[in-house]
């Protein structure tokens, strides 16, 4: 399996504006052999079997059901919703998508790899602070600090869980 990696976020990410604005960003990336277009990742990444978990746990606590086809719907561009999530901005090659809440963002994007042969698939997200002191100091609650290191392992599950579903989707097309 590839490795999963952090880093900066692309110059062109539409999360960059959160993160110049002051908002929490994260940046994970890992390259994939041959080429993977954003659709396929979207729809790869809303329908593996733990983001189903997630699925249910909005379905059944913040009462925002969702189906696969949905996700289908939104790697297509043919949903603006999804879940507990609106589309905020979309290219051929990156999506960006507001909780409804308004509070976090998560950021989808396929880029060439440095190698040219495989594709890169980054993954991220925006918090937006709760508080900005008149100092400017930041402050984005205890919620955000308690699980910090349960996202950045959900992250790399996710994406992981992202590659195994890709890699099914093709092998069940051809």
Same mark, same amino acid.
Request: proline letters at 3%.
């Given at each position: 399996?590839?490795?999963?990696?952090?880093?900066?976020?692309?110059?062109?990410?539409?999360?960059?504006?959160?993160?110049?604005?002051?908002?929490?960003?994260?940046? +994970?990336?890992?390259?994939?052999?041959?080429?993977?277009?954003?659709?396929?990742?979207?729809?790869?990444? +809303?329908?593996?079997?733990?983001?189903?978990?997630?699925?249910?746990?909005?379905?059944?606590?913040?009462?925002?059901?969702?189906?696969?086809?949905?996700?289908?719907?939104?790697?297509?561009?043919?949903?603006?919703?999804?879940?507990?999530?609106?589309?905020?901005?979309?290219?051929?090659?990156?999506?960006?998508?507001?909780?409804?809440?308004?509070?976090?963002?998560?950021?989808?994007?396929?880029?060439?790899?440095?190698?040219?042969?495989?594709?890169?698939?980054?993954?991220?997200?925006?918090?937006?602070?709760?508080?900005?002191?008149?100092?400017?100091?930041?402050?984005?609650?205890?919620?955000?600090?308690?699980?910090?290191?349960?996202?950045?392992?959900?992250?790399?599950?996710?994406?992981?869980?992202?590659?195994?579903?890709?890699?099914?989707?093709?092998?069940?097309?051809?």
């Amino acid at each position: 399996m590839s490795s999963i990696q952090t880093g900066e976020l692309p110059h062109d990410s539409f999360l960059m504006t959160y993160k110049e604005a002051g908002a929490f960003t994260d940046c +994970y990336f890992m390259d994939v052999p041959g080429h993977v277009t954003q659709v396929e990742y979207v729809e790869a990444f +809303y329908t593996t079997t733990l983001f189903k978990v997630e699925r249910t746990v909005l379905a059944l606590l913040a009462n925002k059901p969702s189906t696969d086809i949905q996700a289908v719907h939104l790697a297509a561009g043919l949903a603006g919703h999804f879940a507990a999530w609106r589309v905020e901005q979309r290219a051929f090659d990156q999506m960006l998508l507001c909780d409804f809440l308004g509070r976090t963002r998560s950021w989808l994007m396929t880029a060439p790899s440095n190698d040219k042969v495989s594709t890169r698939l980054y993954f991220g997200s925006a918090v937006i602070p709760k508080s900005v002191t008149g100092s400017g100091q930041r402050s984005f609650g205890f919620a955000f600090h308690a699980l910090s290191g349960f996202h950045q392992l959900y992250t790399r599950l996710l994406m992981r869980a992202a590659l195994a579903r890709l890699l099914k989707l093709r092998a069940g097309r051809q």
